[in-house]
């Protein structure tokens, strides 16, 4: 899995260095990759602390307080990951068609993005033993200074992880910012490699954009430090006294409401809109029967894949943490930063010189997805791991319960919740990826996202629409799935 994770990169590497330091000087140090590096970074700089305050928020007001309706706002809250960001910005085009920029990318992302936050907050907020807050409290501590120095400390798994995942998303985006015209490196990169073919330019994009992961990673890794969030009993602990909102109640309730209306609100009234303003002739059954299956098949083995392959990884990483670890775990991260283009041409580029019978076959797309999703598998597998304490697998051997059998009757059921939850994210992502399926896929293909970008490319909204509404319908069942797991995984 490692060495694989490397072809991405190697490619790029590759071609950095092929192309010399008079390449790399023209065409890096240049203003035009100033423009990009200040506008990617004020991206991630501004959208990924607003997706963690967002989250923490609403995770704090539906499992601490006494928000009215709390066991329905818990669920709804996660459904803006049923809708693709590139629908986000189709959505707010249409409702605002000046809509641009960097703040146009940051809405955009913000409310497409914030659950990847919420929910992993949330479900570690459940899983806390009130205990520890309750001595706090007993010290002397008022509400704030308790969530500050007890709850937020304990929390900083949950937000590095969703984070992470955050600016992985915001670094490999492309169909998003594509239609509020705001450029990235990513759709930098594929406006390279569209206009040359031999895409120099566009590889020494993709350079950069590497090192801004690294630059990412290290930053997650410093923060996350090696501290342990398992505990024994989880069943035992006691359940936190949900704190009176008191006059706050409406404005947590009308915040609350405007977020889902933007988040939600907005893209599901545009579907409608246009699905009635294109009547019954927008709806081609039999394309619409081809994409989604094409789309179920794609995204069911690509689940299941990536997060067999990514158990090891975050085995590795949390029972074995050391320099190895780092590697291995890291080598996947920046895969997955990458752009889709930037993976796809790196698996044609090897396919055709060593495997030519892959090129455009179903196991060369299965393969991009692994490289670039993994991370989504990796990041829930790994927190379910370190939630599942050594000493009760070493407990079980020590009663005379084989090695393996400890595992599977011990570690393995304690991180299923997880596992789900990661197969659950890695199936919404193949689901809405688009540059890496059109250039991979075998002739005749048709997902439901790259029917709905083929459709949106030549302005043909009310075509597109058919095609958001599917890829909604099917998304949100995966979504609760991945809500229910998230909770299970807390001990809900």
């Known amino acids: 899995m490692v060495v694989a994770s490397l072809i991405p990169l190697g490619f790029v590497v590759t071609g950095v260095v092929e192309s010399g330091w008079d390449s790399i000087r023209t065409l890096v140090f240049r203003p035009r990759v100033g423009e990009l590096l200040v506008d990617t970074g004020l991206l991630v700089l501004i959208t990924v602390p607003l997706c963690a305050v967002i989250g923490v928020a609403a995770a704090w007001l539906v499992a601490r307080t006494t928000l009215v309706g709390a066991r329905w706002w818990a669920p709804i809250l996660v459904a803006p990951l049923a809708i693709p960001a590139f629908v986000d910005s189709y959505a707010w085009v249409t409702v605002v068609p000046s809509l641009h920029g960097l703040f146009a990318g940051v809405l955009i992302t913000t409310l497409a993005y914030f659950p990847l936050v919420y929910l992993p907050v949330l479900a570690t907020l459940r899983r806390l033993d009130a ?184 085995w590795i990483a949390v029972r074995f943490p050391g320099r190895f670890a780092k590697v291995a775990e890291g080598c996947n991260y920046v895969t997955s930063s990458l752009p889709g283009i930037v993976v796809a041409l790196a698996l044609i580029t090897v396919g055709l010189t060593y495997l030519p019978g892959l090129y455009q076959t179903t196991t060369m797309v299965i393969v991009a997805y692994v490289l670039m999703f993994v991370p989504r598998a990796l990041v829930n597998v790994r927190a379910g791991l370190a939630q599942a304490p050594v000493e009760l697998e070493e407990a079980a051997r020590s009663l005379g319960v084989r090695p393996v059998s400890a595992f599977r009757r011990v570690t393995l059921r304690l991180t299923a919740p997880a596992v789900a939850a990661g197969m659950a994210l890695v199936f919404i992502a193949v689901s809405t990826e688009l540059t890496a399926t059109l250039m991979l896929s075998p002739t005749g293909t048709a997902t439901l996202a790259t029917r709905f970008w083929s459709a949106s490319s030549e302005l043909d909204y009310a075509g597109a629409a058919p095609y958001a509404a599917i890829m909604v319908i099917v998304s949100l069942p995966v979504t609760y799935l991945l809500f229910r797991q998230s909770q299970k995984a807390a001990g809900i």
């Open 131 to 314: 205990e520890i807050e309750e001595s706090a409290r007993a010290l002397g501590c008022g509400p704030w200074a308790v969530f500050v120095r007890v709850v937020l400390p304990q929390l900083r798994l949950a937000i590095l992880g969703g984070s992470l995942l955050v600016a992985l998303h915001l670094l490999a985006e492309f169909g998003a910012f594509s239609m509020i015209r705001f450029d990235t490196f990513t759709t930098a990169i594929y406006e390279q490699f569209q206009a040359t073919f031999d895409g120099t330019a566009g590889t020494m994009l993709a350079g950069v954009l590497v090192l801004c992961c690294l630059a990412v990673l290290v930053l997650e890794a410093l923060a996350r430090g090696r501290a342990r969030y398992a505990r024994l009993g989880s069943g035992t602990g006691r359940t936190a006294t949900p704190t009176p909102l008191g006059w706050t109640q409406f404005p947590a309730l009308a915040c609350l409401t405007a977020l889902l209306a933007a988040a939600i609100g907005v893209p599901l009234y545009v579907i409608v809109r246009w699905l009635v303003r294109g009547g019954a002739t927008v709806w081609d059954g039999a394309e619409l029967q081809r994409a989604l299956l094409q789309t179920l098949g794609y995204g069911v083995v690509a689940a299941v894949a990536t997060t067999v392959l990514a158990f090891p990884v975050a």
